[in-house]
């Protein structure tokens, strides 16, 4: 039979494995959260009355 003991993760390795974890579902978070405002700013842009060249006046 082989020894169990030694597949047995290490008391630690939970800890780094949840850290590892939590660090990846804020950096996953944080890049929805870019994608939203970034989304956002084009719609803003899309709903915005065009400026400029469009005035109806003859310069």
Same mark, same amino acid.
């Given at each position: 039979?082989?020894?169990? %003991?030694?597949?047995?993760?290490?008391?630690?390795?939970?800890?780094?494995r949840?850290?590892?974890?939590? %660090?990846?579902?804020?950096?996953? %978070?944080?890049?929805?959260?870019?994608? %939203?405002?970034a989304?956002?700013?084009?719609?803003?842009?899309?709903?915005a009355?065009?400026?400029?060249?469009?005035?109806?006046?003859?310069?």
């Amino acid at each position: 039979m082989t020894d169990r %003991r030694s597949s047995k993760p290490q008391p630690g390795s939970r800890e780094d494995r949840l850290a590892q974890a939590l %660090r990846a579902n804020l950096a996953r %978070r944080k890049a929805q959260a870019r994608a %939203r405002q970034a989304a956002d700013q084009v719609d803003d842009n899309e709903d915005a009355p065009e400026t400029g060249h469009a005035t109806g006046k003859d310069s």
